[in-house]
């Protein structure tokens, strides 16, 4: 709980591919206050990157997000997830193919629920991707954080080749369409 104001935080989870894509990308929000990458979603306790890359774990690589919702709104927060990878695509983001990259919402409570199907919704029907939206909305699982090495991997690592070609194209999409909901150290 934020000490300075007494807001009750919230907790948000996707998954939309690689987690140190989304991850980067909505670290750079105002009201985010937490990232954290990880696995969700699937059947085994305590699983392991090198178990994840098999596809047999039902885990999908996933953020948590922790927010103010007095600054930034849950609503918004799915803005950005769909603005920043392709719903459209069944277990694939780019060149990142299986189970673990899915698109899918794992909410925390029935208000996150109601207002993801919404928003689907109104996307589908304005045919804002000219393609059906193959995102899932699931009731959350529990989240197991990812190997200390996966965390915060776009700011410890943006002069990789990954991180170049994959992730800053997506933090230059957040800026160009989001700039707004930015944080100030952004």
């Known amino acids: ?29 105002n009201g985010v206050e937490e990232v954290a990458s990880g696995y969700t979603g699937g059947d085994i306790k ?13 885990h999908a690589e ?6 103010d919702p007095t600054k930034i709104a849950y609503e918004e927060l799915l803005e950005v997830f ?21 698109s899918e919402i794992f909410y925390t409570t029935e208000g996150q629920k109601q207002k993801a199907e919404e928003f689907i919704a109104l996307l589908e029907n304005e045919n804002i991707f000219g393609k059906p939206i193959v995102t899932a909305v699931s009731e959350q699982k529990p989240f197991y954080l990812a ?9 410890d690592n943006s002069a990789q080749p990954y991180c170049q070609v994959i992730i800053d194209p997506k933090i230059k999409k957040l800026k160009k ?8 150290t952004s």
């Not at 935080?9 to 990308?25: H, N, P, Q, R, S």
């Not at 996933?62 to 927010?67: A, D, E, L, S």
């Not at 190997?147 to 700011?155: M, P």
């Not at 369409?177 to 100030?184: A, E, G, R």
Request: proline share 2%.
């Open 177 to 184: 369409h989001f700039s707004n909901k930015l944080n100030t």
């Open 147 to 155: 190997e200390i090495e996966h965390q915060n991997y776009y700011n």
């Open 46 to 58: 305590n699983p392991a990157y090198r178990e994840i890359c098999t596809g047999r774990t039902g």
């Open 62 to 67: 996933g953020i948590r997000i922790t927010f």
């Open 82 to 102: 769909f603005a920043t990878h392709d719903p459209t695509t069944l277990n694939r983001q780019g060149n990142d193919v299986g189970t673990q990259y899915r």
């Open 1 to 29: 709980m934020d000490k300075q104001n007494n807001t009750k935080l919230e907790t948000a989870i996707f998954a939309g591919g690689c987690f140190w894509c989304t991850e980067a990308v909505f670290q750079r929000l």
